[in-house]
């Protein structure tokens, strides 16, 4: 069993508070476990690192149960979705459309 250990980064971030905790684990460390052993909800109450999506600078993680970690990656947890944004998209157009016929026949 190896028993190195890897720096790693974890960050979470809300529009109005953000934490990076620097951490030590266990060389094999998955993503969702570095989530885990970070206890980033103890900062952010409801936040569930069990099930919450998560990547790695930037780019989501589609197996973080079973992506090991690399020393020096940062792991970030993301907030789920309010809204679909293809739908939001698809409303802004729709706005916009309306807009520009009510100006011409206006």
């Known amino acids: 069993m190896d028993k190195r250990t890897i720096a790693v980064e974890v960050v979470y971030a809300l529009p109005d508070k953000q934490k990076l905790l620097k951490l030590s684990m266990p060389a094999g460390t998955t993503v969702r476990e570095a989530a885990i052993r970070?206890?980033?909800d103890s900062h952010f109450p409801g936040l569930d690192l069990a099930s919450c999506p998560l990547g790695i600078f930037g780019k989501a993680v589609a197996r973080p149960e079973e992506r090991v970690l690399?020393?020096?990656e940062?792991?970030?947890i993301y907030r789920p979705l309010i809204a679909d944004p293809k739908e939001v998209r698809k409303?802004?157009?729709?706005?916009a459309?309306?807009?520009r016929e009510d100006a011409a026949t206006g």
Request: proline share 0%; net charge positive; hydrophobic share 40%.
């Open 70 to 72: 690399e020393d020096g």
């Open 97 to 99: 459309a309306k807009a």
């Open 91 to 95: 409303q802004r157009a729709a706005k």
């Open 74 to 76: 940062r792991v970030e």
């Open 38 to 40: 970070s206890a980033m």
